[in-house]
């Protein structure tokens, strides 16, 4: 019971985050002129985006000792809540996979948006390194920008109607936890030998590289 509140408190919490950094996308593309990013600075974007999604969610682990000054790490919300966060993001990037596999296999435009495979890697990485970081330094969230984050998270969670969706999406986040921990830890199929004979075939995929090379370079 106790898993099954933070997965569904850190969905609620993903997804008002989401919103929030809806509006300041929203925000620099129109100070931009609306025009498409670059890869760099799409990345930048998106570097920060990480950063500040799991510095919320660790400091939603962390409990503040009420006799002194400092932070206690509640293991029980602490290991659980960086495992939910990196299936979370693990989730995002195999989606980004999948669709683009999906479009390129149709000899469909994959996105207009700049996207480098090994550049989404290297955020799943600097994700796991924030949150590894601040195990040593805990008092980093409390900085300025996380304060405005948490406060206005906080605020559309006890709104009465936008806080009933983000509940229901929080239910939904739980949902679709549960049924990637089952993909995960499913049995395969034997194989048998045919299949065992295609995946060894070079020639197999070669449609498919050329295309994702093409659209991804």
């Known amino acids: 019971m106790i898993l099954l509140t ?3 408190k850190l969905g609620v919490r993903f997804a008002i985050f989401n919103f929030i950094w809806f509006f300041l996308e929203l925000l620099h593309k129109m100070l931009t002129g609306m025009r498409p990013p670059f890869l760099a600075e799409h990345y930048i974007l998106k570097a920060l985006k990480y950063v500040l999604l799991v510095s919320i969610t660790f400091a939603y682990c962390l409990e503040f000792a009420p006799t002194e000054p400092t932070y206690v790490l509640n293991w029980q919300k602490l290991v659980p809540g960086g495992l939910i966060l990196m299936l979370y993001l693990l989730g995002k990037f195999q989606k980004q996979q ?3 596999q ?4 149709f000899q ?5 948006k700049p996207y480098s495979k090994n550049l989404e890697i ?3 990485v600097l994700s796991a390194l924030t949150f590894t970081g601040l195990y040593f330094y805990p008092n980093l969230t409390e900085i300025g ?3 405005w984050f948490e406060s206005n998270i906080r605020s559309l969670e006890k709104a009465f109607l936008l806080g009933f969706v983000f509940q229901v999406l929080g239910f939904i986040f739980v949902v679709s936890i549960f049924f990637r921990l089952l993909r ?3 049995p395969k199929p034997p194989q048998s030998d045919l299949d065992v004979h295609q995946d060894e075939d070079p020639n197999q995929f070669t449609d498919y590289e050329e295309v994702s090379d093409k659209h991804l370079d």
């Open 108 to 112: 469909m435009p994959i996105q207009q």
């Open 102 to 105: 999906f479009l390129a296999g």
């Open 98 to 100: 999948e669709q683009i």
């Open 6 to 8: 933070l997965i569904f």
């Open 145 to 147: 920008i996380l304060n």
């Open 122 to 124: 290297a955020l799943l």
């Open 184 to 186: 995960i830890f499913r």
